[in-house]
């Protein structure tokens, strides 16, 4: 079990902005998905992006190709054993192309996150980003809405891509991964909901130690 800290909770509470450098505390994180996370097609993610900026440690655990089912499978290896604060889960985009639905893959996360609380390990959850294709799109849509309604604390990635035919190209050249600057867009994103994450990992903390 992790040691509680004190001093930071001023830091959450007074902190609504983004941020550039996070003094307190120093998460350690492990951001859980497949190319999107990874940083197809060069391995340069928002992960290290995110991380240089603020100096917290973002271990990067993205798979091309992956389903929200071979997530699951491979986080005792990849999360668990890390032993992390905070694990981002952010998938969906292979699993729409593959037909599953909505619902199962709602599913999926909600048991993640459960197997993350038992290992004493925060789950957050990134909202999957645009696709150009409108019928995957649309599940996507879906699922998002879902993961919203739910009691878990989300980081909406999606937000801040534009759907304008000339930027979503520019930041997504191939309809699915995302360009230099949408890897940056999806950076400042975490960086401005950091506070939230920080926030919900110390309500885990007190709950574990009955306060």
């Given amino acids: 079990m992790k040691q509680l800290l004190l001093l930071p909770l001023l830091f959450v509470a007074q902190t609504t902005y983004s941020i550039d450098k996070i003094e307190a505390p120093n998460l350690r994180i492990v951001a ?40 699951y499978y491979r986080m005792n290896e990849d999360v668990v054993a890390e032993n992390p604060d905070v694990c981002i889960i952010m998938g969906g985009t292979n699993d729409v ?10 599913n999926i996360i909600e048991q993640m996150a459960d ?18 294709r409108n019928s995957s799109e649309d599940k996507l849509k879906i699922l998002r809405k879902k993961i ?4 878990l604390t989300v980081i909406d990635f999606a937000v801040d891509f534009p759907r304008s035919a000339k930027n979503f190209r520019k930041l997504l050249p191939d309809g699915i991964h995302p360009a230099a600057d949408g890897k940056r867009i999806m950076a400042e994103r975490l960086k401005k909901e ?14 574990e130690h009955g306060e």
Avoid: C
Wanted: a negative charge.
């Fill in 115 to 132: 197997d993350l609380r038992k290992a004493h390990i925060v789950p957050v959850i990134g909202l999957p980003i645009p696709l150009a």
């Fill in 194 to 207: 950091m506070p939230r994450v920080i926030a919900a990992y110390f309500d885990e903390q007190m709950s």
């Fill in 148 to 151: 919203l309604a739910s009691h």
């Fill in 32 to 71: 859980l998905g497949d190319s999107i996370t990874w940083g197809y097609p060069n391995g340069k993610s928002w992960t290290e992006l995110a991380a240089a900026d603020t100096g917290m440690t973002i271990i990067n655990r993205g798979v091309n190709g992956e389903t929200l089912e071979e997530m």
């Fill in 97 to 106: 192309f593959y037909g599953n639905d909505p619902q199962t893959m709602m």
